[in-house]
């Protein structure tokens, strides 16, 4: 008689799940080698009340995000993020999920987005005409500031009136709270208990409300159109013909806000730092630019020319996957593979070891976007690259945020070469989203024929 199903091995015990876990948060990607050398693809552990399983096996990973059962939701840390993202599309579910999906993805295909690349580019101009020969700056934060004030301009159109930028950082302040509580030991105290962080959140939700439903009012009552996003989701309409609630726009447009910004920011800091160091991917990519635009900046309608600025996006996403882990929790007893899977079971998947597993990708951890030219890439399993993830949750954004990728590369390139300050390798952290832990410190060099403005 076959044995059924046990649950995945791994590590066992308080302390060797303590040391495992310690090690993982340190180095995922040795740990994660390590681990999966030791208990193979599927590893199962507990921690504290919490079962826990590491996917590291593609076929299984495109099981649970496909879902054809229904039976995954969100994870805990995912859902936490309701308690400021509401009912919003990354921590919505079910029904309500579905119906909102529709309604949100028209202006977000490739077809429609197109008319966000004029803002993409013109704000990056005037970022990249401020930068000065020789100076060093922290790229990184340069970075979050312009995709914030991209996602603010197409999101919020003009809007938001006099100071644009407050309700960007007031955002950015709440999300960099939580993740403080949920990376830290305070996640394992109730919500009652009043941390700092805890209380500016609240005070900062307040305030973004009052920002969100003011503009959400204001368009309401004059019934102005833009182009913008929020003007595209007051318009939608469902299958009846009904629209959102001025709560459930507020919950949407503030999810869009969080989950666009910061990733596509980690995602160019990250991009210009392996440029920096791999001057003769540079200078291909220069190349490019030179053939393909000239002495003009890129447009929507150049995207699909510029297949080396795209093949830079996509291997700095493989090697530097801003969402570095994916989670989703079984609502019944279930198997997964040859595995029993109980219910309340987290399962983590995580792009970083998959995207360097050797197995998949020869040449793991080198820089090589001409992988992603020259057809190889295609040969990695599926699965094994999912920087927006995958099945019907996949990022609503993908498209959106592969043409800023390149478009905003293109623009800053054109005009500068950026080199690190320092040869010490760049300290990651991994919080909800994998980032420099210490920014990231580069030398402009202007270029002798890019454009100065
Ligand atoms: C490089 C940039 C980005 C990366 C790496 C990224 C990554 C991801 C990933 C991995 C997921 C799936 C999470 C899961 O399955 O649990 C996701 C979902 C999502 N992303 Fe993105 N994203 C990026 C940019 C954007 C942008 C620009 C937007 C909005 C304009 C956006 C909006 C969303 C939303 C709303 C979801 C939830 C979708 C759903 O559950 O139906 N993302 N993203």
Redesign the pocket.
Known sequence: MPLPPAYPPGPRGPVEVATTFRRFMRDPEAQLRTANERWGDVLGFRLGGDRIVLLGDPALVGEV?VDKEGVWI??KV?RDLSAFLGQ???T?EGAS?RR??KL?APP?TRKHIASYADAMVRRTADYAAGLREGESRDVHSDMSALTLEI?TE??FGASLGSDPSRVGHAIDGVMGDFQELVQTWRRFFPSSVPFAARRRTVASGREIDAVVFEVIHKRRGSGERGDD?LSRLLEARDDEGSGMTDAQLRD?AV???V???E??A??LSFALMLLGDHPEVDARLRDELDRVLGERDATADDVASLKVTDAVARET?RLY???HL???EATRDLTLGPYAIPKGTAVLMS?WALHRDRRFWPDALAFRPERWLDGSAERAPKNAY?????????????H???M??VLVLATILRRVRLERSSAAPVRLQAAI?LRPAEGLRMRVTRRPHGSAG
């Not at 999912?386 to 993908?398: A, D, S």
Request: aromatic share 8%.
């Open positions: 995000l969100k994870d995912t919003g599309l990354l919505n999920w909102q999906r949100i977000l996602v197409t999101l996003l949407e999810t869009l806000f989950a666009g910004h990733t596509t980690n995602a996403m996957p801003p969402a994916i989670g989703r792009p999912l920087p927006f993830g995958g099945g019907p949750r996949i990022c609503i954004g993908n959106f945020a592969q800023e990728l989203t």
